[in-house]
């Protein structure tokens, strides 16, 4: 079985910080691009960040200098540090992957994880 698996959600009241997880299992991911997506209630889903099989990031403008994306190859993970969070980065978050490049689109991607909520009470 080849799977995704995202952990590290919670509540967080704004300002804090939280680190997301997603580990893979039944494939490595070291020639894998991880892509963070987030999905809000009644809003579309949208690419938060993206790390490629060079180690290569990439962010969306409003989460540039306050997330981080970062991998461990050898622990088959990949993780989003997320500080200084805001109520509009409130949405569930999910993990994907597509083989090298990160992609522009959500549905270019291999594989998803189940995803993880995040909320930020205000």
């Known amino acids: 079985q080849l799977q995704l698996v995202e952990s590290g959600g919670g509540l967080v009241q704004p300002g804090g910080s939280l680190r997301l997880s997603c580990a893979a299992s039944?494939?490595?991911?070291?020639?894998?691009?991880i892509s963070w997506f987030r999905q809000a209630p009644g809003k579309e889903r949208e690419g938060v960040s993206c790390?490629?099989?060079?180690?290569?990031?990439k962010y969306t403008d409003s989460v540039k200098g306050r997330f981080t994306i970062s991998r461990d190859n050898a622990k088959n993970t990949v993780y989003l540090q997320m500080n200084s969070l805001k109520p509009e980065d409130t949405a569930i978050y999910y993990c994907?992957?597509?083989?090298?490049?990160?992609?522009?689109?959500?549905?270019?991607?291999?594989?998803w994880g189940q995803g993880t909520q995040v909320t930020v009470s205000s």
């Open positions: 039944g494939f490595t991911l070291d020639y894998y691009a």
């Open positions: 790390i490629n099989s060079g180690g290569m990031t």
């Open positions: 994907a992957a597509s083989r090298l490049v990160c992609r522009a689109t959500s549905y270019s991607y291999d594989y």
